[in-house]
């Protein structure tokens, strides 16, 4: 799915009238029905449910004017509140005329603010994706009262206050809805790991929006659902043979962090790797050969760490760096990985390969196009050498880096985001706070490299498919033992699970 602008979304509001030939007071009577839908089959409140409709002054009260109209028709006994304001958007004035008279309808003030007990239910339609700046004087209060309340709060469109795809001060007066309601596409804003107490439990309403001016609208941002990834895992052809999977070389592991070398093997296996060759310290050769017996062992002459890297020349794709440590003999490894790997061949470099770019920065202009480097933020911190002011930042960060670089780099967390060379960055919808667990990067590690060594994925493919894969084996190992009980050797048993969906929507 393409993430729009909130101008975006404007476009394809008005676009979606003229291809349909509906006006905008229908269009807003689809999006009131969705919601109404979502709302007596999700939470099914009883008749004698307190229902609070807030409604701003421009379309997203409209909405709400809707559906407290569309509510009253199915039995309930909505009660709404207006902001007051100076001017109302047409559909708006359209809406509230059809309201029905039954229907309370009071405006809002700072000293008129309804009690909203524990089992209410309240809908905002303060205000969408027309907040231009933040909310001060009676909107903010509005919002402090909705907030301190004990109801459940729907958000209509995107929590009131909040903008769509922008950052704004951290002190900035937003709805913490339980649910939002967003229209036809996510928004950028419910990705973001500061907005998840603003967005809550988010879903997505399809109300017919015109998908050819979707699918021509040029976008900065993907959320990645099976949809965007159908066609690109293409199944295994009769005759194809190791060569076609590729060869490839892990670099991992060193004395007491040998698991992670393990859990990166499996999962390079389990992602159907053709031929896969650990290069582990001495320390590790009998537990990889133990441990993993379909992959090959090359162990390094040194005992707790790798100090030496091997002729590369068989290999399609090399990968580095779980549980590698930081000895200065490793980061020699990795600065003659990187003069002597070349462009053809696939490189991923995830952990103490990362940190160790982070101490060596003059290493970081030698790293050749189409690397895939996984960083989680604090590696990634370490990488760009500055922390982020906010995630939008982190955004514009990772973006830079990626162009710099020519890489792409999965910035890894909830909706991990896939940054690439030209500039889209994609945003992940697999996944579930189980995988917070240590091995869990490893095992993405593991996978990505078997798809880069595989000839017949380009590196965004195999990055986009990696990490949807990933997650989806931790949504499956979480739906077997619960997300506590979740650990990384799970997340391995369920990539073949995971990429077999995949390619079954061929
Ligand atoms: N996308 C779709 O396809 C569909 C979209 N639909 C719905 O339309 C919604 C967007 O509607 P919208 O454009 O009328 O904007 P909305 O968010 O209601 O607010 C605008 C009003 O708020 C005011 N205002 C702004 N900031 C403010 C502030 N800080 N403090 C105080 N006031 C402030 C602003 O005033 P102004 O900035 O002009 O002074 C204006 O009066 C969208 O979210 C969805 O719910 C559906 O109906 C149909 C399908
Ligand atoms: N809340 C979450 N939702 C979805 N995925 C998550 C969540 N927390 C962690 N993950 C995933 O788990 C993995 C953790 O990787 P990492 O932080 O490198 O762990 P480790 O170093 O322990 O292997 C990443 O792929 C990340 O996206
Ligand atoms: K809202």
Redesign the pocket.
């Known amino acids: 799915m393409k993430l729009l602008t909130a101008a975006q ?2 476009a ?2 008005q676009a ?1 009238t003229q291809a349909q030939r509906i006006s905008s007071v229908e ?2 009577e689809r ?1 009131a029905t969705a919601c109404t839908n979502w709302l007596l089959d999700q939470l099914q409140p009883a008749f004698s449910t307190e229902i609070h409709v807030f409604c ?8 709400g004017l809707a559906v407290a109209r569309q509510l009253h028709t199915a039995g309930y006994a909505p009660q709404v509140w207006l902001l007051p ?1 100076e ?3 047409a ?1 708006f004035l359209h809406n509230q005329q059809q309201l029905p008279e039954a229907i309370r309808c009071q405006e809002l003030s700072a000293r008129r603010l309804p009690p909203l007990p524990a089992g209410a239910l309240v809908l905002d339609a303060l ?10 004087g009676l ?1 903010a209060t509005v919002v402090k009262h909705l907030n301190q309340s004990a109801a459940t709060v729907v958000a ?3 929590p009131s206050g909040l903008l769509a795809d922008a950052p704004q001060p951290a002190s900035s007066a937003i709805v913490r809805a339980h649910h939002t309601l967003s ?2 596409l996510p928004k950028l804003a419910f990705l973001l790991p500061r907005n998840a107490e603003f967005v809550g439990e988010w879903t997505v309403l399809p ?1 017919g ?1 015109d998908q050819p001016f979707i699918h021509n609208t040029t976008v900065d941002n993907y959320f990645v659902d099976a949809a965007l990834l159908a066609g690109r895992l293409p199944q295994r052809a009769r005759f194809s043979h190791k060569g076609t999977f590729g060869h490839a070389l892990l670099l991992a592991g060193s004395y007491g962090k040998l698991g992670a070398a393990v859990l990166a093997a499996q999962a390079c296996l389990r992602g159907g790797v053709g031929l896969l060759t650990i290069r582990t310290p001495g320390v590790g050769y009998t537990i990889l050969q133990t441990a993993v017996p379909e992959a090959m062992a090359l162990p390094d002459p040194a005992s707790d760490f790798v100090t030496e890297l091997p002729e590369l020349h068989p290999y399609a794709a090399v990968g580095m760096g779980p549980g590698l440590g930081q000895e200065e003999s490793t980061a020699e490894v990795l600065r003659l990985l990187l003069q002597q790997v070349g462009s053809r061949r696939a490189l991923v470099l995830d952990a103490d390969a990362l940190n160790l770019l982070g101490t060596h920065r003059e290493l970081l202009q030698k790293l050749p196009p189409n690397t895939l480097l996984t960083p989680h933020p604090k590696e990634f911190e370490r990488l760009v050498g500055e922390p982020a002011l906010d995630d939008y930042h982190r955004l514009d960060q990772l973006r830079a880096f990626c162009r710099e670089h020519r890489c792409y780099c999965v910035l890894k967390g909830a909706y991990t985001a896939l940054g690439t060379p030209d500039g889209p960055v994609y945003f992940n919808s697999t996944g579930n706070p189980g995988m917070a667990t240590g091995g869990s990067g490893d095992v993405l590690t593991g996978l990505l490299l078997a798809l880069r060594a595989d000839q017949r994925l380009s590196p965004l493919d195999a990055a986009l498919l990696g990490v949807y894969a990933h997650g989806r084996a931790g949504d499956l190992a979480a739906a077997e033992s619960g997300e506590p009980g979740l650990i990384a050797g799970d997340l391995v048993r369920f990539i073949g699970p995971a990429l077999r969906e995949l390619e079954g929507d061929l």
């Open positions: 979304t404007r394809l509001d979606t269009l807003m999006a701003g002054p421009g379309n997203d009260g409209g909405d304001a001017k109302h958007s559909d205000f969408g994706t027309g907040l231009t700046r933040t909310l001060e909107p209509v469109d995107i229209f036809e109300i929006l």
